[in-house]
């Protein structure tokens, strides 16, 4: 009998048939989560994507225009929100998923930026009139004018709140955000001929001016 328990001893330590399924169920939690993972940060860089088109095309759009109303910004502002498609831009109570902001900043002769006007899809979101702003060098129309003195730019902020699929993956809410700015595209408004702020969009106005009816149809 002892020989027996002994030979079977021997036979289970030499047997290698579980060795594969044992393997396989260590490995696969760690496949799992490297898969899921994966995915949920495809879908967070697509997304992140989506956002910098975002904040460039409101400050594209804004910056085609010399004067705007608030029914054509609420509109432009509305209508960038489709940019983000497929991707839902609410949640499943209704509230917002994404913040669009945008503000025109302009610089007085000693380079001094502050916010003009400023509107956003959120009720909090605007920027205050009158808020110091600091501006890159890039921002500079030429070498010789690195202070930013005398320029206008329309800026585009954009917040997008990305909670992933399976919660367990990544915890919580990551916020994806981008900022663009440009420069107005065909302002009349110039040192030469107005005051500060120079090259703005007017915004309120009393009618909406695109750069093709104020260069090409000269009707504003």
């Not at 399976?166 to 030469?192: E, H, K, M």
Request: proline share 4%.
């Amino acid at each position: 009998m002892i020989a027996g328990l002994l030979r079977r001893a021997r036979h289970l330590r030499t047997d290698v048939r579980g060795v594969a399924a044992t393997e396989f169920a260590i490995v696969v939690p760690f496949m799992l989560v490297l898969y899921v993972g994966g995915v949920e940060l495809g879908n967070g860089l697509a997304m992140n994507v989506k956002v910098s088109a975002t904040a460039h095309s409101v400050a594209d759009m804004i910056s085609q225009n010399t004067q705007l109303t608030s029914a054509r910004m609420s509109g432009i502002l509305s209508a960038a929100s489709a940019i983000m498609a497929p991707y839902a831009v609410t949640d499943a109570g209704g509230n917002s998923l994404m913040t669009i902001t945008v503000s025109e900043v302009a610089t007085d002769s000693s380079g001094k930026a502050t916010v003009q006007w400023s509107q956003s899809t959120s009720t909090s979101g605007a920027r205050p009139v009158g808020q110091q702003m600091t501006l890159s060098s890039f921002t500079a129309t030429s070498p010789n004018s690195s202070n930013n003195a005398n320029i206008s730019l329309i800026l585009s902020e954009v917040s997008y709140v990305y909670t992933p699929n399976l919660g367990y993956t990544i915890a919580g809410s990551v916020t994806l955000s981008d900022s663009y700015y440009l420069f107005p595209r065909c302002s009349t408004n110039g040192p030469a001929n107005s005051n500060f702020p120079y090259y703005d969009v007017k915004y309120p106005a009393t009618a909406v001016c695109t750069c093709i009816q104020h260069l090409q149809q000269k009707s504003c």
